[in-house]
């Protein structure tokens, strides 16, 4: 479809955290690939676009999913009775070390690109591993889906097993630049994002050569903070001198800042890492169902908002088990009222359209201006088929956003669109 065009139906968006815009009927203007606005009738100044009359179907944003592994997807749902760092030895690193097989890494990259390109997700932020030739595949398979992602190499010389962990941090330095060097202006939709895995994998002089080539890239960073406690009490160890998990990560200038930054998890963070985040505007990639399945704990969601972090959902395949962030949504509000119930009363539980705003705007602000159906935002959107769904009384628009989360198993995309380019429509 070309990149002007009209979209008729029932539409939902995200202005800020507690503010839902539901509009039945109304007219969504894509132009150039950017919204043009939503409006009760359909514009004079548009009439030339085609329209689409999606009926009662009901026009949500694309959904962004800040934090997912692709080459654990083969391996959701595997030892799911493990914390973390056991979970790591016995699953994650065994299955990331087949990825030097570029056999094996096509079957199962184009199983994860499959997926994701049919779910509601159209942004991710992905992490490969740290072989060159299967980060280049996923990178290919990606920007032939239409989706908008950004993909790290992996980054690992230290305590990890052989035939993953990297020879040296001067052999980790020189794949990265070789990577970069081998993609630059190969993409339109799919960019490089510097993957340091976390601190208890990378040493000191492999963070300070990642920050070198931060500078001279002026790439964005992804990584993990703070998910279990005994990760956090192994980073105290590894890093005497730093004062918190994150600190570690900002005496190398790689916490936000200049930077841009967004750190998985964010578990167990303290009030000084929570205040130094707030300070230099690191997002948070809060990945509920990950941190049930590997007993991470419930991360304080309100006390981020309330202190103005930016925050959005990640999925965290395969620590968890889905790669929808409608899923993430429902597990986000679940979370949240165990914590309120059973850690602090205090942390009123996230409402539907905070949920909601978290999987749309909040994380899509890590990609510009995104996630949203404001005039001047990248145009990504879903029409969803919720008849499944129906009952036997009359439903809001918010009342059916609502089930689609809950319930999404029971709802069908029909159509999908990043940039306003069409990912797929039935």
Known sequence: MHRNFVLKGTVCYSQSPHALVTLPDAYLVCEEGVCAGVFAGWPEAYRAFPLTDCGTKLIVPGLIDLHVHAPQYAFRGLGMDLELLEWLAAHTFPEESKYRDLGYAREAYTAFVDALTRGP??????????HLPATRLLMDLLEASGLVTLVGKVNM????????????????LRDTRA???????????????LTPRFIPSCTDELMRGIAAIQN?????VQSHLSENPGE?????ELCPNAAFYGDAYDQFGLFGGDVPTVMAHCVGSDEREIERMSEKGVFVAHCPQSNANLSSGIAPVRRFLSRGLRVGLGSDVAGGCHTSIFRAMADAIQMSKLRWRLVDADDKALSLAEAFYLGTKGGGAFFGKVGSFETGYEFDALVIDDSALAAPFTLTPEERLARVVYSEGESRIVAKYARGRTVFAA
């Not at 001279?216 to 964005?220: A, Q, S, V, Y």
Request: charged share 30%; aromatic share 10%.
């Open 121 to 130: 997700n159209t942004r991710a932020c992905v992490f490969a591993t740290c």
């Open 157 to 172: 010389d230290r305590n990890a097993p052989d035939g993953l962990r990297e020879a040296s941090a001067e052999n980790s």
């Open 179 to 193: 990577w970069l060097e081998g993609i630059e202006k190969r993409y339109e939709r799919t960019a490089p994002i």
């Open 216 to 220: 001279e890239w002026g790439l964005p």
């Open 232 to 236: 956090i009490a192994w980073v105290r």
